[in-house]
């Protein structure tokens, strides 16, 4: 009768190899898991970077804005009929809606 070791070829199979083989494949997997994760982070950073920089303009531009119409109000000796108020509301869809009222 034949033992292992002759039906190896000589030597006895391994038979952690299929372990070893899973064991890198689930390295790989992970790692790639982790590389997809950090380059999300990286893309979400820029995005919310990207968002607060025009936040920022959108601010700079209404401060200028109101600025520039209370000039115009004081040279109009203060006369506030043209005074107008900003609204915003935001729609159901989740849209901000905004608006100036004379």
Wanted: proline share 2%.
């Amino acid at each position: 009768m034949a033992d292992d070791a002759d039906l190896a070829g000589g030597r006895a199979p391994r038979p952690d190899s299929g372990i070893a083989a899973a064991s890198a494949r689930v390295a790989a997997i992970v790692e790639a898991a982790e590389q997809a994760a950090a380059d999300l982070r990286e893309q979400t950073e820029r995005r919310a970077r990207e968002r607060i920089a025009e936040a920022d303009r959108a601010a700079d531009l209404r401060v200028e804005a109101a600025e520039a119409e209370a000039r115009e109000i004081a040279r109009a000796g203060g006369d506030l009929t043209r005074w107008r108020r900003e609204v915003r509301f935001r729609h159901s869809d989740g849209h901000e809606i905004w608006g100036l009222l004379s």
